[in-house]
Every structure is written in structure tokens, then in C-alpha cells.
């Protein structure tokens, strides 16, 4: 069965600090892996997409990694500010371009 | 810039209402999607349509319609609403061209069901 799980399903640190959120996943025949950041009350946005030859992709202080062999992609957040307390959702798609999704971290960083 | 755009944020209906969700794309994208999203479940798909006055059932489409009559628009329609259906819905958009082209997103209308 084709699973995304992320973990941990909550996170709080302290407003500076680095923080990595996890997500492993079973979906097979693999096409790609993207990282969602969704704001309370609004949709996602993509962060990051890697394909299964990229191991690691970056967009500012966010940096995602993909292990195709173990099936595990990790999102590192550095220097986190009080903005990026939100949603983060691993969606990982299949050669016919259908996706499925993890039930996300909710990440809270307080001053 | 891309815009999903749906008619409205929040919803309060009662049980056994006829409830329409509206969502509208500014981008030309082919696909559509409508997904639920509930606490702790994460995102999960009730229709979706990869082209005019086509549909698709998605992993929990009981309860459900869809209506495309125009490429950029995409209607959700709950026939006879119920308690089970309070909950976020999300509607989306790609290409079908570009396989890494990203979902976007409208920024969901929260339903309340009484």
C-alpha cells in the first residue's frame, strides 16, 4: 500500500534554532518528492521538489534531502524564524502522477 | 502569478443542505482537484478533472459531486449535507505537461455542518 508518514506529528522550538522534520515512504513505482508549507488557514505552497536522482535540493533557509534507496526525505529548517511556524507536508507522487500525501509536522517556533 | 481562488473561507450549513464550493483558476491548467483535510488524516482526494466536463473519482467520493462546465472552473457539490462532511476543503490545480509541476492550492473553505 502506498503510505507517506511523517514525523514528528508536532514540534516547538525556540525562535534561532535548527530543527529537521521527517518523512518516510512506500509509494512506488517513484516519481518525485515535494515539501509543502501550509500557513494556518490558507493552503499549501511548495518548498522544495526532488526527482529520484536529486538528493538534495535548498530554497533559502529550507533544505530537503532524499535517500531513493531507504525511501526517507528529511526538510531542515536553519535559523528558524517566528513565520515559519506552520504545516509542513510531505507529498510524494507515482509515475501516473498521483500524489499522496503525509498528515504533515506542525512546527511552532516561539520567540 | 498562479491563483486558485474559491468563493468562500469559512461556511456554516445545516444537515440535508445542498452546499456548493466554488474554486477558479487563473493559470490554463488542465487538472483539478478537490481533497479534503482533516485533522491528523492529512489531504485526501474527492474528485478530481483532468479536462472540460471530466471527472474522476478520487479515494472518498461517497457524498460527493463535481461539476466542470469551463476549464477554470471547478465546482464541489454535497448533495445533502452531514455532520461527517464538517471539515477543510482544498481545491488545487497543475499541468498535465509538467509531471513536476507543483499543485497549487486555493486557500480552502472551512465548512461547518450543524
Known amino acids: 500500500k502506498n503510505q507517506v508518514e511523517q514525523s514528528p506529528q508536532s514540534l516547538i522550538i525556540l525562535e534561532g534554532k535548527n530543527c529537521t522534520l521527517q518523512?518516510?515512504?512506500?509509494?512506488?513505482?517513484?516519481?518525485?518528492l515535494r515539501w509543502y508549507k501550509q500557513d494556518t488557514g490558507r493552503g499549501p505552497v511548495s518548498l522544495t521538489i526532488m526527482t529520484f536522482s536529486e538528493n538534495t535540493k535548498s530554497n533559502g533557509r529550507y533544505t530537503a534531502t532524499l535517500d531513493a534507496d531507504t525511501k526517507q526525505s528529511s526538510l531542515h529548517i536553519t535559523a528558524s524564524q517566528l513565520s515559519d511556524s506552520a504545516s509542513y507536508i510531505c507529498v510524494v507522487s507515482d509515475n501516473f502522477n498521483k500524489f499522496y500525501f503525509g498528515s504533515g509536522t506542525k512546527l511552532n517556533v516561539k520567540p | 502569478d498562479v491563483k486558485v481562488t474559491q468563493s468562500s473561507r469559512y461556511l456554516v450549513k445545516r444537515t440535508g443542505e445542498k452546499v456548493f464550493l466554488e474554486c477558479v483558476q487563473d493559470m490554463d491548467h488542465e487538472n483539478m482537484f478537490w481533497y479534503r483535510q482533516d485533522p491528523g488524516l492529512g489531504l485526501r482526494l474527492i474528485y478530481f478533472?483532468?479536462?472540460?466536463?471530466?471527472?474522476e473519482k478520487g479515494d472518498i467520493p461517497e457524498g460527493y459531486s463535481v461539476s466542470r462546465e469551463k476549464k477554470e472552473r471547478f465546482s464541489l457539490i454535497l448533495e445533502s449535507a452531514s455532520t461527517n462532511q464538517t471539515s477543510m476543503y482544498l481545491c488545487?490545480?497543475?499541468?498535465?505537461?509538467?509531471?513536476?509541476?507543483?499543485?497549487?492550492f486555493g486557500n480552502g473553505t472551512r465548512l461547518t455542518v450543524t
Open positions: 478533472s483532468y479536462d472540460v466536463k471530466m471527472k
Open positions: 488545487a490545480s497543475s499541468l498535465t505537461e509538467s509531471y513536476l509541476g507543483s499543485l497549487h
Open positions: 518523512c518516510n515512504y512506500t509509494v512506488s513505482p517513484f516519481s518525485n
